[in-house]
């Protein structure tokens, strides 16, 4: 259901960050895209903000 993928995060050659933005864009039922963003709802240290287009 993820048609795609972007991640970002702060590498240098001491450290590789846990602390990162990724944007998915997802396709399918709209209850399954909800389940995802549920269990994702669940995971400490994440923040789920959500975007919808009409097309």
């Known amino acids: 259901m993820i ?3 972007l991640g970002f995060h702060e590498v240098n050659d ?3 960050s846990r602390v ?12 399954d895209c909800d389940k995802l963003e549920n269990a994702l709802r669940e995971i400490g ?11």
């Open 3 to 5: 048609k795609s993928r």
């Open 14 to 16: 001491d450290v590789c």
């Open 20 to 31: 990162g933005v990724m944007l998915l864009q997802l396709r399918g039922k709209a209850e």
């Open 45 to 55: 240290g994440i923040e789920v903000q959500k975007m919808s287009f009409q097309y």
